[in-house]
């Protein structure tokens, strides 16, 4: 009788190796629990930020500094970071440049709710980096998906956005929504939601295109928003000729696109919309725009700008329900100035993508001499493992291919062994100053993991 296995991985076997590094983390950090019982208390849960509970190891280490991509924890351990934040800080931690901006913007003042000449150059660096769209600021890519909702929905006069089924846009209500039995429909798991967000929103799988044309002939939909490629579920990609599909459908039924590049950024200089020659009526990037200051951006296109501003002139006054007295303060103009012109060049992505495709290599090689059923997937400086055979096409095969038990086990076998990823998925990013080393480090601790694993 063959023993029941999860991703190729006999039970019995997962569950014995998981306790054992748990046992093992927890015997190393004792600075950090003792820190945690003593002063955690205060905040709900143990934790100052509810998802901080979604790391897999028996507890938080706390972190006493960060260099580039390298972290040092309070009980002395240097850990190998290929989590960088979740993207925050996926040129490194405090790069130069940026820090230096921090230093010199603090003696001048953090907040005054008027521009600077820095806010000027910034202007002109993100049109040279991402193209000609009529900018904004933001504080986090949520604010900025859903301020350009709503200019999406005045200027078409429609009430809904079309989202792809597994998508994550932040904590954006009009996107917290999901595909099942064929109807859209809130995702289970909200707190406190009471309103029927399918009034607002419909649902497609990624890379349908028939799906998209239905959904869209409907007349209702004001604007896809979308990543180029799904990164918050199991990484998928889109088929050939989609993007293009997508925007010949969506100028066709006089919906916006919105592309969402947080992520996506890692594809290279401009994002996977630069890179890939796409041509979205909308654009957004957040998180490691300014080097790790919090800070998100929108544009739209000149065309949608004077659409809105036709419509902005006639609408009562009063509030917009856009924007936060603390966007656009001369901190984050200060950060994006030294990040777009000094931070994220070529040459910067060039050896990120050098050693993002070794990574991959390393960890595709070892999957292979294993024999696990799992395969790697990479976008530019983004790399993910996934636990399940691929290519994944959609939302759907991606929650499916999701293997939490087998991933919390491996992510704190990683971290025992000073290699830590993003708590979400497997994801990994690589660094301008991530070091040829320690992507080897890293490949060798996935290899010593799976050669117990699948032994």
Known sequence: MSQPTIAGVPTDRLTAFAAREAQRYTRSRPRSAKALADGAGAFLNGVPMHWMRDWPMPHLPLVAKARGARITDIDSYGIDDFCLGDTGSMFGHSPKPVADAIRKQARHGLTYMLPTTAA????????KRFGDFRWQIATTATDANRFALRVARAVTGRPKVLVFNGCYHGTLDDTMVELADGRTGNRPGLV?????????????????LAGVEAALAKGDVAAV?????MTNS??????????????????????????????????????????????????????CVAGGMPTAVWGMTEAV??????YDATRPPGHSGMGTTLSANPM????LVATLADVMTKDAYAQMDKGAAKLAAALQQSIDAHGAPWHVVRVGARVEFICAP???????????AHQPQVEAALHTALLNRGCLIAPFHNMMLVSPATRPRQID?????????LSELFA
């Open 234 to 287: 199991c990484m998928v990609l889109p088929k050939g000729g989609f993007h293009e599909g997508l925007r010949a459908l969506t100028h066709r039924y006089g919906a916006l696109l919105i592309m969402d590049e947080t992520h996506t950024i890692s594809t290279g200089l401009g994002g996977y919309t630069g890179v890939h020659g796409l041509s979205p009526d909308m654009f957004v990037v957040g998180k």
């Open 390 to 400: 691929g290519p994944l096409h959609n939302g759907t095969e991606a929650a499916n």
């Open 441 to 449: 480090r890293l490949g060798l601790a996935f290899d010593e993991i």
């Open 332 to 335: 984050q103009f200060a950060c």
């Open 225 to 229: 928003l979308t990543e180029p490629v």
């Open 192 to 208: 406190g939601q009471v309103q029927d967000l399918s009034l607002g929103a419909v649902v497609c799988e990624f890379n349908d």
């Open 120 to 127: 000027m150059e910034a202007g002109r660096l993100l049109t």
């Open 305 to 310: 700008a004077a659409r809105f501003n036709e």
